[in-house]
């Protein structure tokens, strides 16, 4: 719906033309022109009212349509079209095909997809998170790796580059290490609070099977030597949810900074293996 209102705020208030809309809200020139056609025929003018909020302009522009025969068009349950399409394969055409095969005069692709898109939007709002200096730290590991020239050989091996951010500051440590195995984690989290001096109070990891045994919404489990250095440490270790990257946002941005100024410049630098700080 915000973007509805942009589009009515573009059109009526500052007078920009269908393809300029098209190219500022990044969607295109005939979604333009259909949704300009709905706000015509729902009698809207702008400024809107202001106690028209998104439900209500939703009923206004996509009011519920009556079939051929007189009856009301079933709306689909969207919860369910929801953890359909979640599983692998699944696309929105499949899941409006169904719905129409169980449903001959229900509602057409495009209303299917745009209700299904104003649906998610209203059960998914996105939360800003707070963080406290010093409470949490999150770690992950770089998909792309590095070259690494052993000095003392001339042996040259992909490492794995571990990604440190801290929650408040984003304050950001980066180390090439061997692998992403157990001893790679726990060896990478020691240098951390060593390069920190000191120790957060959360961890926020990834679900790597290397050190989450059991990957629980709510109670995941530990490998027991995460457990013990977390113990030994006296920190709290919390997995991020599962296919959750907001949860982790902050190493998600530090990572994507890691492999543009420390993969990408080291591309031509022999690295010996030692730490790289930021």
Same mark, same amino acid.
């Given at each position: ?9 573009l059109k009526?208030s ?7 809309i ?12 259909a949704?300009?056609s709905?706000a015509?025929?729902?009698g809207?003018? !702008?400024?809107?009212p ?16 009556v079939g ?12 369910t ?8 394969g699944?696309?929105?055409?499949l899941v409006?095909e169904e719905?129409?095969?169980a449903?001959?005069?229900?509602y057409?692709y ?7 898109d104003?649906w998610?939007?209203?059960v ?6 707070t963080h #406290?200096?010093?409470?949490k #730290?999150?770690?992950d590991?770089s998909?792309d ?14 490492a %794995?580059?571990f990604?440190a951010?801290m ?8 180390e090439?290490?061997?692998?992403e195995?157990l001893e790679? !984690?726990?060896?990478?989290q ?8 000191g120790?957060?109070?959360?961890v ?9 045994v059991a990957?629980?919404?709510h ?7 995460m457990?013990?250095?977390?113990e ?6 919390m ?8 949860? %982790?946002? %902050?190493?998600e941005?530090?990572?994507?900074v890691a492999q543009? !100024? ?10 010996s293996g030692?730490?790289?700080r930021?």
């Amino acid at each position: 719906m915000r973007r509805i209102r942009d589009l009515l705020r573009l059109k009526l208030s500052q007078g920009l033309s269908d393809r300029a809309i098209a190219a500022v809200l990044s969607i295109s020139k005939g979604s333009v022109g259909a949704y300009l056609s709905r706000a015509r025929a729902a009698g809207l003018s !702008w400024p809107l009212p202001p106690e028209l909020d998104d439900d209500a302009l939703e009923l206004l522009l996509f009011p519920g349509q009556v079939g051929l025969n007189g009856v009301e068009r079933p709306v689909p349950d969207w919860a369910t079209i929801d953890r359909e399409l979640r599983r692998k394969g699944v696309t929105r055409a499949l899941v409006w095909e169904e719905y129409r095969a169980a449903h001959p005069d229900g509602y057409s692709y495009a209303w299917f997809c745009e209700r299904y898109d104003a649906w998610k939007g209203r059960v998914r709002p996105t939360m800003r998170q707070t963080h #406290v200096g010093g409470e949490k #730290v999150f770690i992950d590991f770089s998909g792309d790796g590095i070259e690494v020239v052993d000095p003392l050989t001339g042996e040259v091996r992909e490492a %794995k580059l571990f990604v440190a951010a801290m929650g408040a500051s984003s304050y950001t440590y980066a180390e090439a290490r061997p692998a992403e195995a157990l001893e790679d !984690w726990i060896g990478a989290q020691v240098n951390l609070f060593a390069f920190l001096g000191g120790v957060p109070c959360m961890v926020v990891p990834d679900n790597p099977r290397a050190i989450v045994v059991a990957r629980d919404r709510h109670e995941p489990g530990l490998n027991r030597t995460m457990a013990a250095m977390a113990e030994h440490y006296g920190v709290a270790v919390m997995p991020a949810r599962p296919r959750r990257p907001r949860d %982790k946002a %902050k190493v998600e941005a530090a990572v994507l900074v890691a492999q543009r !100024w420390i993969v990408g410049e080291c591309q031509d630098v022999c690295v010996s293996g030692r730490p790289v700080r930021s």
